[in-house]
């Protein structure tokens, strides 16, 4: 319910800023054929002054549908050693981590955003205005948006690739995006993976031309983990 559902907050418009808001939704309503221009502005402005908690909510509701239809995000790690991560993401540690090469990974496509999440105690703002103001404050807005985490997550050191598609939307195929090989690293098996689950994706890595293959250990009397190199 937080991630990626960080929205413009309605509260923090300014009374100069609310009437250059209410006039570019006059504006995109009318375009839209959703009545005329008088009762349009009658009925924004009865909303941002009678019923802001409801007008906050509806905007919230179609920007989260937004967000899903028009944003494309890709979730990796900093780290390889997390035991949360490996009980969470990886099966109880009976999976394996793969780990790419972030430079490749930045350059495979122009119309990518990569970047290292921010974590914070404090719910991000972010003015209406901002969506309408200039390209740059529309960027830095979504940067917020998608990039903004709370501080309990810290530990997964997470980075963000994030793509946008407009005014068309992403279909299933577009969310499924096929590196090369060579943009793996390396790989680490899980240390409560089986011994037919080892065998497997090490034959695997080899076949796809990882040098580094390593199996996670756990570290003596302490609460880590180590790897060895296959």
């Given at each position: 319910?937080?991630?990626?559902?960080?929205?413009?907050?309605?509260?923090?418009l300014s009374k100069k800023?609310?009437?250059?808001?209410?006039?570019?939704?006059?504006?995109?309503?009318?375009?839209?054929?959703?009545?005329?221009?008088?009762?349009?502005?009658?009925?924004?402005?009865?909303?941002?002054?009678?019923?802001?908690?409801?007008?906050?909510?509806?905007?919230?509701?179609?920007?989260?549908?937004?967000?899903?239809?028009?944003?494309?995000?890709?979730?990796?790690?900093?780290?390889?050693?997390?035991?949360?991560?490996?009980?969470?993401?990886?099966?109880?540690?009976?999976?394996?981590?793969?780990?790419?090469?972030?430079?490749?990974?930045?350059?495979?496509?122009?119309?990518?955003?990569?970047?290292?999440?921010v974590y914070d105690l404090?719910?991000?703002?972010?003015?209406?205005?901002?969506?309408?103001?200039?390209?740059?404050?529309?960027?830095?807005?979504?940067?917020?948006?998608?990039?903004?985490?709370?501080?309990?997550?810290?530990?997964?050191?997470?980075?963000?690739?994030?793509?946008?598609?407009?005014?068309?939307?992403?279909?299933?195929?577009?969310?499924?995006?096929?590196?090369?090989?060579?943009?793996?690293?390396?790989?680490?098996?899980?240390?409560?993976?089986?011994?037919?689950?080892?065998?497997?994706?090490?034959?695997?890595?080899?076949?796809?031309?990882?040098?580094?293959?390593?199996?996670?250990?756990?570290?003596?009397?302490?609460?880590?983990?180590?790897?060895?190199?296959?």
């Open positions: 319910p937080f991630d990626c559902r960080i929205t413009p907050n309605y509260n923090l800023e609310e009437k250059e808001w209410v006039e570019i939704m006059i504006k995109e309503s009318i375009k839209n054929g959703k009545g005329t221009e008088e009762e349009i502005r009658n009925h924004i402005w009865n909303k941002l002054l009678n019923n802001r908690d409801n007008l906050q909510k509806g905007f919230d509701v179609n920007r989260y549908k937004s967000q899903d239809k028009h944003y494309g995000i890709y979730c990796l790690s900093r780290v390889w050693d997390s035991i949360l991560m490996w009980s969470h993401y990886a099966n109880f540690h009976q999976g394996f981590v793969v780990g790419f090469n972030y430079e490749k990974l930045s350059k495979y496509d122009h119309n990518l955003n990569i970047g290292d999440i404090n719910f991000p703002e972010i003015n209406p205005m901002e969506h309408y103001r200039s390209d740059i404050d529309m960027a830095n807005a979504m940067i917020k948006e998608v990039f903004t985490k709370h501080k309990d997550w810290v530990y997964e050191k997470e980075i963000r690739l994030f793509k946008t598609i407009f005014p068309s939307e992403f279909s299933e195929k577009d969310r499924i995006v096929n590196y090369p090989d060579y943009f793996i690293e390396e790989m680490t098996i899980g240390c409560a993976s089986s011994k037919k689950t080892k065998e497997e994706l090490i034959e695997i890595g080899r076949q796809k031309g990882i040098n580094k293959i390593y199996l996670a250990k756990k570290t003596p009397f302490k609460f880590g983990l180590d790897r060895i190199l296959v």
